[in-house]
């Protein structure tokens, strides 16, 4: 089975600190995806990656960076963390092949104070 | 907006009962999808139909697809308290972007 694992299930950090959340997985998937999870709207995207080094914005890229430096681990960045960010993270990934069904961690619940 | 809008937003029914939720999209798409979130958990998939299927079934699930409506549904027959759960659609666009689009979700609870 797929594992994705993100390293924290729950944080707090202050406003203006920088945030890094990682997420792994260990089925050598090429896709790798970062969504934010907030009550009424759903899951929006925020970064994805099809690749080692590659990175593409996704509909809410604003305040937030990624890094992809090994195939099995993408990281997302909050620069200057903002309440407005507190919510749940959810890192995904999925095979390249095929029809893709992204294989999901277990979330990481942020809260900025 | 979202591209995919799920109906209802909550649901209550009993065990036993069927359970159904749509979902309404944009834009044309390759393939819809159904995941399923227990409270506090990533999301886990269900059930995937492309776009020239129109009815699939896995188990207790049954998803129709509607592509003249832009319109899918889930059905979960004979529900059990262990579904309750909130279901979301995505769907896989036919417009290159690489990545799945979810709607907001339907949140089922299944009483005892």
Redesign the interface.
Known sequence: DVK?TQSSRYLVKRTGEKVFLECVQDMDHE?M?W?RQDP??????IY?S?DVKMK?K?DIPEGYSVSREKKERFSLILESASTNQTSMY?C?SSSRQG?????????T?LTVT | SQQGEEDPQALSIQEGENATMNCSYKTSINNLQWYRQNSGRGLVHLILIRSNEREKHSGRLRVTLDTSKKSSSLLITASRAADTASYFCATDMDTGRRALTFGSGTRLQVQP
């Open positions: 994705v896709n995806f969504y009424g709207l759903g899951l929006r995207l994805f099809y593409e996704g959810l995904a029809t893709r069904p992204l294989h999901f961690g277990n979330g619940r």
